[in-house]
């Protein structure tokens, strides 16, 4: 019996049946598979450019790398007499229940706005066409495997910026904590470090967010890769975020210090090579923790039990239907994603108002203004299509404002960027907020005057009221981050982005002056103005 059941079973995991008929094969699943995925080509791409130009999502690109890896290590487990899913008629039907499942989603995150069901269509539809062509059988075998498949689902942007503002305040304090154990005087204020007279701001950049993703996602991987207890994988896996944090402390131990004696040169080198430093020594930590707990584990029961009998082919027209619904859903969702609305809709707008930003003039009346470079990181993260950050002088009154307008081509690059979470993530403190409106000639802007204040380590606290509002194409003014959220969800008109303004002014000038300003100021700006609104 167990001979027989052996060569049943190295049989299937060949792609044969009992009775020597192939099963299933490279054509027929990767076929349809191929077809699974191009019927949500567009959720796939969008997945693919936030794994590239989110840093906080790029560990996605090693979800197929950790797949790999799980599989090589030939940690199936075994179908076992009685109990096969195969056995079942639903099983066998599980296939076009996936894939109609995954349309149902992919069609309402599209038009009802819902990233994560988009996203999560698209890969159950992918798998139930798999499991149409190749049966349930290969994804119960590697079950972590196909468990690793949903690190592919992107982490909605508001859950991120949840997670990090809180993570930044503590990495900040932790860092701060261990400096001045080993006797360095280092000061804090929310986020922001101040040592040797640099302040170093703890921001997303390096908060330690994108190394729990990937590091979770790798110890997922190893600790499934190995025969381990389900109560020490648990564990380890609860362990993981913690050890994230700690890794990016001592990055930022050595970090703070070369900031603080040469915060041009040594400082970016130390905090870009410490980065990649702690994920290679976290990595080696954990595979030596692995090795430790395996061989401290006892070998279970189920390592020496036989593999279970293959159950026996389902008759042919009962394997042929479910792969025909499976087929006739891919072709109507075809036919459905063709009809959306694609990014190339949006692509004339946003040359307008590129040119539209070329056309804004640095002097106007008796104001002088001069470009200003945004903050690298601030760059990397927002993917704008313009950019503009300007400080502005009146000549008469030697009064100066700060003026940045950024609109980007996809409107989720801003959701969670607005002054209350960037502020106090650099240090400033919120003391209030009051809503006010503007008359720009025929155009109301409806916005926010926040008033903020930072302490320094000597002399007396700095103070700035920022008056800040939002454009959303074919809209009007905005105050609440709500609105950007809405134009990010709604994939009929993310294509045509978000832009957000900041006007920088003095908290000791009067409203009434500082009123006057912005209106002077957006004045010269109307035309970019106007055009974004327009959509």
């Given at each position: 019996?167990?001979?027989?059941?052996?060569?049943?079973?190295?049989?299937?995991?060949?792609?044969?049946?009992?009775?020597?008929?192939?099963?299933?094969?490279?054509?027929?699943?990767?076929?349809?598979?191929?077809?699974?995925?191009?019927?949500?080509?567009?959720?796939?791409?969008?997945?693919l450019?936030?794994?590239?130009?989110?840093?906080e999502?790029?560990?996605?690109?090693?979800?197929?790398?950790?797949?790999?890896?799980l599989?090589?290590?030939?940690?199936?487990?075994?179908?076992?007499?009685?109990?096969?899913?195969?056995?079942?008629?639903?099983?066998?039907?599980?296939?076009p229940?996936?894939?109609?499942?995954?349309?149902?989603?992919?069609?309402?995150?599209?038009?009802?706005a819902?990233?994560?069901?988009?996203?999560?269509?698209?890969?159950?539809?992918?798998?139930?066409?798999?499991?149409?062509a190749?049966?349930?059988?290969?994804?119960?075998?590697?079950?972590?495997?196909?468990?690793t498949?949903?690190?592919?689902?992107?982490?909605?942007?508001?859950?991120?910026?949840?997670?990090?503002?809180?993570?930044?305040?503590?990495?900040?304090?932790?860092?701060?904590?261990?400096?001045?154990?080993?006797?360095?005087?280092?000061?804090?204020?929310?986020?922001?470090?101040?040592?040797?007279?640099?302040?170093?701001a703890?921001?997303?950049?390096?908060?330690?967010?994108?190394?729990?993703?990937?590091?979770?996602?790798?110890?997922?991987?190893?600790?499934?890769?190995?025969?381990?207890?389900?109560?020490?994988?648990?564990?380890?896996?609860?362990?993981?975020?913690?050890?994230?944090?700690?890794?990016n402390?001592?990055?930022?131990?050595?970090?703070?210090?070369?900031?603080?004696?040469?915060?041009?040169?040594?400082?970016?080198?130390?905090?870009?090579?410490?980065?990649?430093?702690?994920?290679?020594?976290?990595?080696?930590?954990?595979?030596?923790?692995?090795?430790?707990?395996?061989?401290?584990?006892r070998?279970?029961?189920?390592?020496?039990?036989?593999?279970?009998?293959?159950?026996?082919?389902?008759?042919?027209?009962?394997?042929?239907?479910?792969?025909?619904?499976?087929?006739?859903?891919l072709?109507?969702?075809?036919?459905?994603?063709?009809?959306?609305?694609?990014?190339?809709?949006?692509?004339?707008?946003?040359?307008?108002?590129?040119?539209?930003?070329?056309?804004?003039?640095?002097?106007?009346?008796?104001?002088?203004?001069?470009?200003?470079?945004?903050?690298?990181?601030?760059?990397?993260?927002?993917?704008?299509?313009?950019?503009?950050?300007?400080?502005?002088?009146?000549?008469?009154?030697?009064?100066?404002?700060?003026?940045?307008?950024?609109?980007?081509?996809?409107?989720?690059?801003?959701?969670?960027?607005?002054?209350?979470?960037?502020?106090?993530?650099?240090?400033w403190?919120?003391?209030?907020?009051?809503?006010?409106?503007?008359?720009?000639?025929?155009?109301?802007?409806?916005?926010?005057?926040?008033?903020?204040?930072?302490?320094?380590?000597?002399?007396p606290?700095?103070?700035?009221?920022?008056?800040?509002?939002?454009?959303?194409?074919?809209?009007?003014?905005?105050?609440?981050?709500?609105?950007?959220?809405?134009?990010?969800?709604?994939?009929?008109?993310?294509?045509?982005?978000?832009?957000?303004?900041?006007?920088?002014?003095?908290?000791?000038?009067?409203?009434?002056?500082?009123?006057?300003?912005?209106?002077?100021?957006?004045?010269?700006?109307?035309?970019?103005?106007?055009?974004?609104?327009?959509?």
């Amino acid at each position: 019996m167990r001979a027989t059941n052996a060569s049943a079973f190295l049989r299937a995991r060949d792609g044969r049946s009992a009775g020597g008929s192939v099963q299933w094969g490279p054509r027929p699943w990767g076929i349809l598979v191929l077809v699974g995925i191009g019927a949500c080509a567009a959720a796939w791409q969008d997945i693919l450019q936030i794994a590239l130009r989110d840093e906080e999502a790029s560990h996605i690109l090693l979800v197929p790398l950790a797949c790999a890896w799980l599989l090589s290590t030939g940690r199936a487990v075994p179908v076992r007499a009685g109990s096969p899913p195969e056995r079942h008629l639903a099983a066998r039907w599980a296939g076009p229940l996936l894939v109609a499942a995954g349309a149902l989603l992919s069609v309402a995150g599209f038009y009802r706005a819902i990233a994560v069901f988009w996203h999560a269509g698209a890969l159950f539809v992918a798998l139930g066409s798999f499991v149409a062509a190749a049966g349930l059988g290969p994804l119960w075998r590697h079950s972590a495997a196909t468990a690793t498949l949903a690190f592919l689902i992107p982490v909605p942007g508001m859950l991120r910026q949840g997670l990090s503002v809180p993570l930044q305040t503590a990495t900040a304090w932790l860092t701060q904590l261990v400096l001045e154990l080993i006797g360095l005087e280092v000061g804090r204020s929310g986020s922001v470090l101040h040592y040797h007279g640099v302040q170093i701001a703890v921001a997303e950049a390096c908060n330690g967010l994108r190394m729990m993703f990937a590091l979770f996602l790798v110890t997922w991987a190893s600790v499934f890769s190995r025969r381990l207890s389900a109560r020490t994988r648990v564990a380890v896996l609860l362990v993981t975020p913690l050890l994230a944090v700690a890794c990016n402390v001592l990055r930022l131990l050595p970090t703070v210090w070369f900031y603080g004696r040469s915060p041009d040169r040594l400082g970016p080198v130390a905090h870009e090579f410490g980065g990649w430093l702690m994920l290679a020594l976290a990595a080696a930590w954990l595979q030596a923790m692995l090795a430790w707990l395996s061989r401290r584990q006892r070998r279970s029961a189920a390592a020496g039990e036989e593999p279970g009998r293959m159950p026996r082919e389902p008759a042919r027209l009962s394997r042929r239907l479910p792969r025909l619904a499976t087929t006739l859903l891919l072709i109507a969702l075809f036919l459905e994603t063709a009809l959306r609305p694609a990014a190339a809709d949006a692509a004339p707008f946003h040359e307008r108002i590129a040119i539209a930003a070329r056309l804004a003039p640095l002097r106007f009346g008796d104001w002088s203004g001069r470009e200003v470079a945004l903050e690298r990181a601030a760059v990397e993260l927002l993917h704008a299509n313009v950019a503009l950050s300007r400080i502005f002088e009146q000549r008469v009154t030697g009064r100066a404002a700060g003026f940045t307008l950024v609109q980007t081509g996809d409107a989720r690059d801003l959701v969670g960027r607005y002054p209350p979470v960037c502020y106090p993530a650099n240090g400033w403190s919120q003391e209030s907020a009051e809503d006010a409106e503007l008359l720009l000639e025929d155009l109301s802007i409806a916005y926010r005057r926040y008033a903020f204040s930072r302490g320094g380590a000597t002399g007396p606290p700095d103070r700035v009221d920022v008056l800040h509002f939002m454009l959303i194409p074919g809209g009007r003014s905005e105050r609440e981050m709500q609105a950007v959220q809405s134009a990010a969800a709604d994939y009929t008109r993310r294509f045509y982005g978000a832009a957000q303004v900041l006007l920088v002014l003095p908290a000791e000038v009067p409203r009434d002056e500082q009123e006057r300003i912005a209106d002077e100021i957006l004045r010269s700006h109307a035309l970019l103005i106007r055009e974004i609104l327009r959509g």
